[in-house]
């Protein structure tokens, strides 16, 4: 078998390199979502029920925006290979498109009709009131997250992870402090609860997309100016585009479903099993924030190998990964077994 991985000098070493910004930008995420709950516990299990459920809701957004951005990665990274700036530029202003008209769609469902999608993740009204403040607020969230990803995800096809670190850190930051300001209120500021969650979250959103613009229309390998956003897709090519993104869809429409699951029977059981749900389920966030920053790293590998046209060696770069992930998932399963208890 070992004829067949890839045992070129430095390739694990690079594919560190890109999983660890991506890595810590998931931890990140997470992390985020659980001082989040630490602060709504304070308060009582039914505010921080109805936080964790309308994150939930937004949560299944975020991975459905991954069908452009997921598209827009692994065809960047092929482009990436070539060196043909032309049609990454012609990737990424279809993508953009896609998925902010993606973010407007669920932006009108946040602040118009929130109930809907809350309904569906508990069975308790007050739960679902507190979840409706949360959405209403951050509806504009939408459409900034849809274009951030977008952007990182066109960042990691040319190599650069380390715009997820510079993002999220930025993001992340301004969302925590936002959000101690405002759910309990001090120096004098409102105390909003939920509703300042959800101002907390806007401001590092509208932060995390500010800096990513600058840092996008700066880039040397993008070289993408305001005229480039009137790009298209035509023919072949978008036929291309669209067979990439149809099975990338159809695996985040699955995903999201199975996900929810847990979290819309605890729902419907008591508001009590949400809270207790959602602490053993920030753990496994955790420990699948280590795979997808490996996941998102073997897919800018081998994209960008396929694009040189080695596809021997894209080849077996998979089956290394595999092998590598393989044993990192296990690693992290038995972490997850001995640490459990502790952790709850």
């Given at each position: 078998m070992t004829d067949q991985l890839l045992h070129e000098k430095g390739f694990l070493k690079h594919l560190a390199?890109?999983?660890?910004?991506?890595?810590?930008?998931?931890?990140?995420?997470?992390?985020?979502n659980a001082v989040n709950s630490l602060m709504f516990g304070r308060f009582g299990e039914t505010e921080m029920s109805g936080f964790s459920q309308a994150a939930q809701v937004f949560y299944i957004f975020t991975i459905?925006?991954?069908?452009?951005?997921?598209?827009?990665?692994?065809?960047?990274?092929?482009?990436?290979g070539?060196?043909?700036?032309?049609?990454?530029?012609?990737?990424?202003?279809?993508?953009l498109k896609l998925g902010m008209v993606f973010g407007v769609v669920f932006g009108v469902i946040f602040l118009f009709?929130?109930?809907?999608?809350?309904?569906?993740?508990?069975?308790?009204?007050?739960?679902?009131?507190?979840?409706?403040?949360?959405?209403?607020?951050?509806?504009?969230?939408?459409?900034?997250y849809a274009f951030s990803n977008t952007l990182y995800n066109a960042f990691s096809g040319v190599e650069r992870t380390s715009v997820y670190l510079y993002g999220?850190?930025?993001?992340?930051?301004?969302?925590?402090?936002?959000?101690?300001?405002?759910?309990?209120?001090?120096?004098g500021l409102p105390k909003l609860g939920i509703v300042g969650a959800g101002i907390g979250a806007l401001a590092g959103r509208v932060a995390e997309a500010l800096l990513l613009?600058?840092?996008?229309?700066?880039?040397?390998?993008?070289?993408?100016?305001?005229?480039?956003?009137?790009?298209g897709v035509k023919g072949l090519f978008r036929k291309d585009y669209f067979q990439?993104?149809?099975p990338i869809m159809a695996h985040e429409v699955i995903y999201s479903v199975g996900i929810s699951m847990g979290q819309i029977i605890m729902g419907q059981i008591s508001t009590i099993a949400v809270s207790a749900y959602n602490i053993c389920y920030v753990l496994a966030s955790i420990m699948n924030a280590v795979n997808t920053g490996f996941a998102g790293a073997c897919q800018t590998v081998c994209g960008k190998i396929m694009g040189s046209g080695e596809l021997d060696k894209a080849?077996?770069?998979?089956?290394?990964?595999?092998?590598?992930?393989?044993?990192?998932?296990?690693?992290?399963?038995?972490?997850?077994?001995?640490?459990?208890d502790f952790f709850i």
């Open positions: 390199a890109l999983a660890v910004p991506l890595t810590l930008q998931n931890l990140l995420y997470v992390s985020v459905l925006t991954y069908g452009f951005a997921g598209t827009c990665k692994i065809l960047v990274a092929q482009y990436w070539k060196q043909d700036r032309d049609s990454i530029r012609r990737i990424v202003a279809y993508s009709i929130p109930g809907v999608p809350m309904r569906i993740f508990s069975a308790d009204p007050e739960v679902v009131e507190l979840g409706c403040k949360y959405l209403r607020v951050t509806f504009l969230t939408a459409l900034l999220n850190v930025t993001c992340y930051s301004i969302n925590l402090l936002v959000n101690y300001l405002l759910i309990f209120g001090v120096f613009g600058v840092l996008f229309f700066r880039s040397k390998e993008f070289q993408f100016k305001p005229e480039h956003f009137s790009l990439v993104f149809k080849k077996k770069a998979a089956r290394s990964m595999l092998l590598y992930t393989g044993v990192l998932g296990l690693a992290l399963a038995v972490l997850m077994m001995l640490g459990g």
